[in-house]
């Protein structure tokens, strides 16, 4: 039952499996915190530990024996207790240390390098899209000036992480095309990877093949499977338009993702999203929860839940694992990938791993961090500055700040706040619970139980938890 266990925690975690070492000898002293959390399940129990972003789901034994180990133990003292766990003192022992190791594993280190660049190529769009986190005021049709962007990230030097992303975003990329292209090329000399995301009906016409070549991934967005549904949101003929251009990039063999924002008008689609990007041939379809910002928020559109939103894609899985494929970047990956890793991040990365930078070069910490006081210098700057004042922005948002009202809540190390330029923006002060904290949390820890029940029932034979 323990060599089980242990099968379990390895499968529920990225980081697993090694420097595990022999047992232990019958005199050392076991003792391990009780965790935070404790649900149950099926005569399954998931474990949390808060402050050290540890998780793991185990059966009703390995439940009994961390309980015993909330006080110190010895092996000896509990065989004594349960003489049967005799013959499994090696795999107690592998077990206990190996949630040890969990509970121990070491911070990130305090300097961190930029894993994303978002560039607003223009704030201009020609659509006027209801779930929009621009609001009117802040369209401009100022462009990007690329070549002062690139002369600021070739200047970053290390400060930029040879794996990081370049996203190129707006109002409309493709207003400004010379703009995308030429970012796209940079990247690929970079060998950074580079990825925009347009509404699809702006002709892209004789671009494609330069897209092509620069190696850039594309985004279309498309906010429902049903032109109905889209157009509600997006305006009349952009269903369209944008699937035309999708299915124009797919036969230019463009890696293509279907963006979708999920909101409850949409929300009933979300099957029928993931079968329209299978059946146009699109690499990844993309579902992502709203946001309350910009238009979004004056326009009184209801996000749909999270946990709405994962147990619809889980449910559509559970139908048809193969559209699993599909999701790469969005929530539902985003998430798994996220409790995957035990995590000792202190906050959302927001101006230590994100910058963003404006159409006239400002640079502030994320796409959602946006207004003046966030502002963390332009393009014109030395990068030493922009970083310093990121890192101040950063330790501005932890969640580890005793004064942070998230600083005790257990599954901090995975929300990590939710999103802190949403919170500013809607409530006027960055260090809120977000407002949507119980789905938040209630999502955490639906995507653990779903994390581990491929591990779990392909050893116990369950069909399901
Ligand atoms: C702001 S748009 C800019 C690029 C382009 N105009 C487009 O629509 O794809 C970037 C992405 O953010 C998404 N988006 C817009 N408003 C949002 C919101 N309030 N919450 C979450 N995502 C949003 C869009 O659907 C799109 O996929
Ligand atoms: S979501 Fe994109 S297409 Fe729609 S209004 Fe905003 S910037 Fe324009
Ligand atoms: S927003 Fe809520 S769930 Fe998220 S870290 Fe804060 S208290 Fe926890």
């Known amino acids: 039952m323990f060599q089980q266990a242990l099968n379990w925690i390895n499968g529920q975690h990225r980081q697993s499996g090694e420097g595990l070492g022999p047992g ?4 050392q002293v076991w003792h391990i915190r009780p965790p935070d959390l404790c649900q149950e399940k099926s005569g399954l129990f998931l474990h949390v530990w808060g402050p050290e972003g540890y998780w793991h789901i185990v059966d009703g034994e390995t439940h009994e024996l961390l309980q015993m180990t909330g006080q110190p133990v010895t092996l000896a003292d509990l065989v004594q207790r349960r003489p049967e766990w005799g013959v499994q003192r090696e795999m107690i022992a592998k077990v206990l240390r190996k949630v040890t190791q969990g509970l121990a594993h070491t911070a990130p280190p305090t300097e961190t390098q930029i894993e994303n660049v978002s560039l607003n190529l223009t704030q201009a769009c020609n659509l006027h899209c209801a779930t929009c986190y621009l609001s009117d005021r802040e369209r401009s049709p100022q462009k990007l000036d690329a070549d002062a962007v690139i002369y600021f990230l070739e200047k970053l030097g290390s400060r ?7 996203s190129l975003l707006g109002g409309e990329p493709f207003l400004n095309p010379e703009g995308v292209l030429a970012m796209a090329e940079w990247a690929q000399r970079r060998r950074l990877s580079c990825n925009v995301s347009t509404n699809g009906t702006v002709p892209l016409g004789n671009v494609i093949p330069q897209i092509r070549r620069a190696g850039l991934r594309v985004q279309v967005s498309l906010d429902g499977a049903a032109a109905r549904t889209n157009d509600a949101i997006r305006g009349v003929g952009s269903y369209e338009r944008a699937l035309n251009t999708a299915q124009a990039l797919i036969a230019g063999k463009i890696h293509t993702t279907l963006c979708m924002v999920a909101c409850r008008e949409n929300l009933a689609e979300l099957g029928d999203y993931l079968r329209l990007a299978r059946r146009i041939g699109a690499s ?3 579902i992502l929860p709203l946001k309350r910002l910009g238009n979004a928020e ?3 559109l209801e996000p749909a839940p999270q946990l709405a939103i994962l147990q619809g894609i889980a449910a559509e899985l559970a139908h048809d694992p193969s559209l699993e494929t599909l999701l790469q970047s969005d929530l539902y990956a985003i998430m798994r990938n996220l409790v995957r890793d035990s995590s000792r991040r202190g906050s959302c990365g927001s ?3 994100t910058l963003l930078v404006q159409p006239d070069g400002g640079i502030f910490p994320c796409a959602n961090s946006t207004w003046a006081e966030g502002q ?3 393009v014109k700057d030395a990068p030493e500055s922009v970083v310093a004042k990121g890192a101040q922005w950063g330790a501005g948002i932890s969640i580890d700040k005793l004064s942070h009202p998230c600083y005790a809540c257990v599954v901090k190390r995975w929300c990590l706040a939710g999103c802190p330029g949403e919170t500013q923006q809607r409530e006027g002060a960055l260090r809120n619970r977000h407002w949507n904290c119980a789905d938040l949390k209630e999502s ?13 029932v392909k050893e116990t034979g369950r069909t399901r938890l």
């Open 284 to 286: 990844e379809a993309r």
């Open 160 to 166: 930029l992480s040879r794996a990081a992303s370049i």
């Open 376 to 378: 963390l210098g332009t």
């Open 298 to 300: 004056q326009n009184r």
């Open 351 to 353: 101006g230590t791993q």
């Open 444 to 456: 955490i820890l639906f995507m653990m139980w779903q994390n581990s029940a491929a591990e779990t």
């Open 24 to 27: 232990s000898s019958g005199d």
